[in-house]
């Protein structure tokens, strides 16, 4: 009987002596929990803030908080067990932009007098872009102490594109084409067609791209603090990128007539799969060391 409380008291211990291994004095745990959220942050900005610190080289400057790409997505966790998590990658970003230029009114053609302005007409610009990125997967961690290795896949799927468009206050077409000392009555996105005529443009839009990527990764972290830790990831996948082609339209007054016309040209479509270490599409950040924050 003597022996069987003495096992099960050393038991007890054991299983403390472990647990207390990973809090703090406070007993604030070190490692992620079930139900936990993380996101993560570039490391760089961090330890080069505490590195210059340290050299006293006079260079420090507040670090900052800094997406984990160039593509400005979110990256984030949701822990379902201590040692599984989902994955999220998000990004939706749509802008709009307008502007208005007054131009000479082509209608007048008496100067004004002292002191009336010149008569003028509204030329107007429209833009809008998009950039729609989606990503999820499934985490797995193990390890003992602070010290844990993770790995796991990933899928993501995004999309890009950009469109431009003009309306201008003077009309062209054959009785008001564009004479060679005139083209600034007739806005400012002149250029020529491809007859050499010239031509002002209507419409512009960039090359709108779709990519799908699916990717496996591996990584490690060590948590310095409860819930905060240090670490970075490396992976392969595969990527499928369809960029399709841009267009200029214009409008331009020629041939025999003459008569008003409209040309649009288009760019050049581009595709490629990739298959390579970290071909992740619109990326979570890979090979650099990250601080991931769990609360």
Same mark, same amino acid.
């Given at each position: 009987?003597?022996?069987?409380?003495?096992?099960?008291?050393?038991?007890?211990?054991?299983?403390?002596?472990?647990?207390?291994?990973?809090?703090?004095?406070? *007993?604030?745990? &070190? @490692?992620?929990?079930?139900?936990?959220?993380? $996101?993560? /942050?570039?490391?760089?900005?961090?330890?080069?803030?505490?590195?210059?610190?340290?050299?006293?080289?006079?260079?420090?400057?507040?670090? !900052?908080?800094?997406?984990?790409?160039?593509?400005?997505?979110?990256?984030?966790?949701?822990?379902?067990?201590?040692? %599984?998590? &989902?994955?999220?990658?998000?990004?939706?970003?749509?802008?709009?932009?307008?502007?208005?230029?007054?131009?000479?009114?082509?209608?007048?053609?008496?100067?004004?007098?002292?002191?009336?302005?010149?008569?003028?007409?509204?030329?107007?610009?429209?833009? !809008?872009?998009?950039? /729609?990125?989606? +990503?999820?997967?499934?985490?797995?961690?193990?390890?003992?102490?602070?010290?844990?290795?993770?790995?796991?896949?990933?899928?993501?799927?995004?999309? !890009?594109?950009?469109?431009?468009?003009?309306?201008?206050?003077?009309?062209?077409?054959?009785?008001?084409?564009?004479?060679?000392?005139?083209? %600034?009555?007739?806005?400012?996105?002149?250029?020529?067609?491809?007859? +050499?005529?010239?031509?002002?443009?209507?419409?512009?839009?960039?090359?709108?791209?779709? *990519?799908?990527?699916?990717? *496996?990764? /591996?990584?490690?972290? &060590?948590? $310095? @603090?409860?819930? @905060?830790?240090? +670490?970075?990831?490396?992976?392969?996948?595969?990527?499928?990128?369809?960029? *399709?082609?841009? !267009?200029?339209?214009?409008?331009?007054?020629?041939?025999?007539?003459?008569?008003?016309?409209?040309?649009?040209?288009?760019?050049?479509?581009?595709?490629?799969?990739? @298959?390579?270490?970290?071909?992740?599409?619109?990326?979570?950040?890979?090979?650099?060391?990250?601080?991931?924050? &769990?609360?």
């Amino acid at each position: 009987m003597k022996k069987s409380t003495v096992l099960v008291a050393a038991l007890a211990l054991t299983a403390t002596s472990a647990f207390a291994q990973l809090t703090n004095k406070n *007993g604030e745990a &070190y @490692l992620p929990e079930s139900g936990d959220w993380s $996101v993560g /942050i570039d490391a760089t900005p961090v330890l080069n803030y505490f590195g210059n610190m340290i050299g006293g080289n006079g260079l420090n400057v507040a670090p !900052s908080w800094n997406h984990l790409n160039a593509n400005n997505t979110i990256v984030g966790k949701m822990m379902t067990s201590e040692t %599984t998590a &989902y994955r999220a990658i998000l990004r939706i970003g749509f802008s709009s932009n307008s502007s208005t230029a007054m131009i000479g009114d082509q209608a007048q053609t008496t100067p004004p007098t002292y002191p009336a302005l010149p008569a003028m007409v509204e030329d107007k610009m429209k833009s !809008s872009s998009r950039f /729609i990125g989606l +990503g999820g997967g499934m985490e797995w961690r193990r390890g003992k102490g602070r010290l844990q290795g993770f790995y796991g896949a990933d899928a993501m799927i995004w999309m !890009s594109g950009s469109k431009s468009t003009y309306e201008y206050g003077n009309v062209l077409d054959a009785t008001h084409p564009v004479s060679a000392g005139n083209t %600034t009555n007739f806005g400012m996105n002149m250029t020529t067609d491809t007859y +050499g005529n010239a031509a002002r443009i209507t419409e512009m839009k960039g090359a709108s791209t779709l *990519g799908i990527g699916a990717r *496996g990764f /591996i990584g490690v972290e &060590y948590f $310095v @603090l409860p819930k @905060l830790a240090v +670490g970075g990831e490396f992976g392969w996948g595969l990527g499928f990128v369809s960029t *399709g082609a841009s !267009s200029t339209t214009m409008e331009s007054v020629g041939g025999t007539g003459p008569a008003k016309g409209e040309q649009t040209i288009e760019g050049t479509k581009s595709s490629g799969l990739m @298959l390579d270490t970290d071909r992740n599409a619109f990326g979570t950040g890979n090979g650099t060391l990250r601080i991931n924050f &769990y609360f």
